[in-house]
């Protein structure tokens, strides 16, 4: 049974890098419009500051703001990153250390909370419940579910099977629902970064020393 | 309400409401065709985690959902998930996906022209740096391709394309006006010689006006003329295509868009001049500057400059003497979006104010993360919105008022009609003044 779910696991992997290649293709396919305009700035420069400086908290206004949520995203993928750690641990049937189970169920544990507490906030909270839809849900849910049989594995080795469901189940729904943020955003911020990069706005390109 | 306007009004209503399938179908093209891999890469993206509310003056100052930035962006992704997506095919209820339906469309032109002055301010704050201003410019051109522009906005674009301005200023009147503003010029600087030339060949610079300058505010023409004169530029206004700005930006009608901004080629080209300078105008500047050589899908041969860049570099070197006890009250600077967040125009102004004026103070925030005056986006022209417009500048008016400062510059002639309404409604006991008119008040000649 394990090994079959262990093979499910790698499967439904293979799945979802293939679809998510193939949405990137169908994306690439809408066209890529020609720049005609002269550059004021270099979009490599922008792209190195969406992925740097423009990620730090401080430099967005609505990050300042909401600095719980920010640190709750943060959290959460720290804790997503280390959860797809002990997965591919199990999986490859290597044993973590004693000093890495405990580091990766503090990021799980951590990571779990945060997700947790973001699934609330979106049912609390008015405008964030109005610009939502069930896939926002679903998606947070199969991913702290994710987390926490990943957290309990750890401790309780006995419930791998649950561990290798959620994560066939994760998988699959990664390339279907929103979850496919995990490409697009790189995708995205890239596109922002060439944007104001080639405009000279972020990084600012100073011509006038004020 | 006036019967043109009441007629204008209750003819858009029967539009919509006897809008045909065929319509729809060919706003869904149009919209589909507008699709580049950019934007759907963004539609792909939100994360629907509501951070970008924040970041819309419309949604700070009135708290409407529907003014969420996401929210107007969700009106577009509703169409491309129903579309292009496989849950929006298989399952859109799960998704929010939805066809471009009659029922739809009076939400859309309410959020996508009515609460949105495609400033951009949401996009530095989104926690992916989703466009979304340009994706509702897409979507609004859908829109105008089935005559679905607000009238306002549209009549102003009619205006334009067959009058050759925005304000329907005959050629006649223009070229009376410049005679005019040359004698002005001339009492002004003492001197007999001194002149605005007109539509000569071979200047090194063209300089293009907002029509509401001649209209309303012709001295703001004489200041920028006195700098040419003290700076020794070889200059020229054109008789024909001068008009700086496009609304076909605002509509989202490309082809428009790029019939108006292709006129002011024409002039450079019939003119033979070097640079292609334009006059304070947010708007003018992102649309000339930087859309409509991909409007023309065309290379310039020629440089596209703001008026603030070439005042900035005149006094980097040494070109214009300034007198800063000549402006002794403190000032303050309205950062108009397009010019600033879209269009790089950031520093040069702040270098040009702090030599032209005794006391110069920031609002806050500022420069790209500078808030919308709220009068983008052809808000101006868009009657039907007046309230919300005037609604939203709230956050302008108390950036303002927090400043403490008692004159207003701002390098666009858009936000200076906005922030004349938002004097009055807020009382704010501002004057408001362009750069280049502040500039030629701290000219020593
Ligand atoms: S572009 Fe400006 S007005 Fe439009 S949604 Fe974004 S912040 Fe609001
Ligand atoms: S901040 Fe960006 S990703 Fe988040 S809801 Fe707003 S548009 Fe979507």
Sequence with gaps: MLSILRWGVIASFLICIISLIIMVLKTLSFGRKPVYAKSQGKGIRGILYAFGKGMMPWEKESTRRHILTYTGGTLYHGGIFAAFFCLFSLVMSFELSIPLKFLCSILIGLGFLSGVGLLVKRILLIPLRKISCVDDFAANLAVDVFLALALLNIFYPGLETFFYGASIILFLYIPAGKVRHCVFFFYARILFGLFYGRRGVLPRKIRFET | MNEEKKYQKDFFEDRIENIKAEDIRKALYV???????????????????????????????????????????????????????????????????????????????????GRCTLCGRCSLN????????????????????????????????????????????????????????????????????????????????????????????????????????AAGESWTLSSEDYDVTNYGFHSGDDNVAALISGRLVRSMEKLGTQDLVLAECGHGFNSNR????????????????????????????????????????????????????????????RYILKRAVARFIEMNPNREKNFCCGGGGGQLAMPRFAKRRLEAGKIKADQIKETEAKVVASPCHNCIDQLLELNKHFDLRVKIKTVAEIVADALVI
């Design chain 2, 31 to 113: 919209f589909h065709r507008k699709l580049s891999n950019q934007s759907a890469a963004y539609l792909n993206s939100c994360l629907h985690c509501g951070l970008c509310a924040d970041s819309c003056h419309y949604y700070l100052s009135t708290g409407e959902i529907p003014s969420i930035p996401a929210y107007k962006l969700s009106l577009i992704e509703k169409i491309f998930k129903k579309h292009f997506t496989l849950l929006g095919k298989r399952a859109p209820g799960w998704v929010k996906a939805k066809d471009l339906t009659k029922d739809l469309l009076p939400e859309w032109i309410d959020s996508l022209f």
């Design chain 2, 126 to 229: 989104c926690s992916v740096g989703l466009n979304i201003a340009y994706l509702i410019r897409a979507a609004r051109g859908a829109l105008a391709s089935v005559g679905l522009v607000p009238p306002g906005l549209q009549s102003t674009i009619n205006t334009a394309i067959l009058k050759g301005n925005s304000m329907a200023l005959p050629r006649e009147d223009w070229i009376e006006t410049v005679e005019w503003l040359a004698e002005e010029l001339r009492a002004e600087v003492n001197d007999p010689q001194a002149e605005i030339p007109l539509d000569r060949k071979g200047a090194r610079l063209l300089y293009t006006v907002n029509p509401r300058e001649p209209m309303f505010f012709p001295l703001s023409i004489v200041a920028v003329a006195k700098i040419f004169y």
């Design chain 2, 290 to 349: 930087w859309e409509a050589p991909e409007w023309l899908a065309k290379k310039y041969g020629f440089d596209v400059k703001s008026i603030i860049q070439i005042v900035a570099d005149y006094i980097q070197k040494g070109r214009l003497k300034l007198d800063p006890s000549r402006n002794p009250e403190p000032v303050t600077l309205q950062d108009p979006c397009h010019l600033v967040r879209l269009g790089g125009i950031v520093e040069e102004q």
